[in-house]
């Protein structure tokens, strides 16, 4: 018998040039997230106190250093 696995949708937020404060585009995109869907953000530094907001709100995710200004940081719900 075999297993199958369901694979949400990816959405990318690249927040780099936004003016401003990208935490509340950010907390809107990860609200729209629904089970098995990930989100993938480009931000220009690690978003480090963004992670302890990411586990309060029951996300995991992934952080990659792409180069010196490109981090892409991807988000899903546990």
């Keep these: ?31 729209e997230l629904s089970a098995g ?3 993938l953000l480009v931000n220009s530094f690690e978003p480090v106190p ?6 309060r709100r029951g996300c995991e995710f992934q952080t990659t250093q792409i180069e010196d200004d490109e ?3 991807t988000i899903s719900l546990r």
């Design 1 to 31: 018998m075999g297993s199958s696995e369901t694979t949400g949708e990816t959405r990318k937020l690249d927040v780099r040039d936004i003016d401003g404060e990208p935490f509340g585009h950010i907390m809107s995109a990860v609200g």
């Design 37 to 39: 869907d990930s989100l």
């Design 50 to 55: 963004l992670y302890d907001v990411l586990k």
């Design 71 to 73: 981090w892409h940081i």
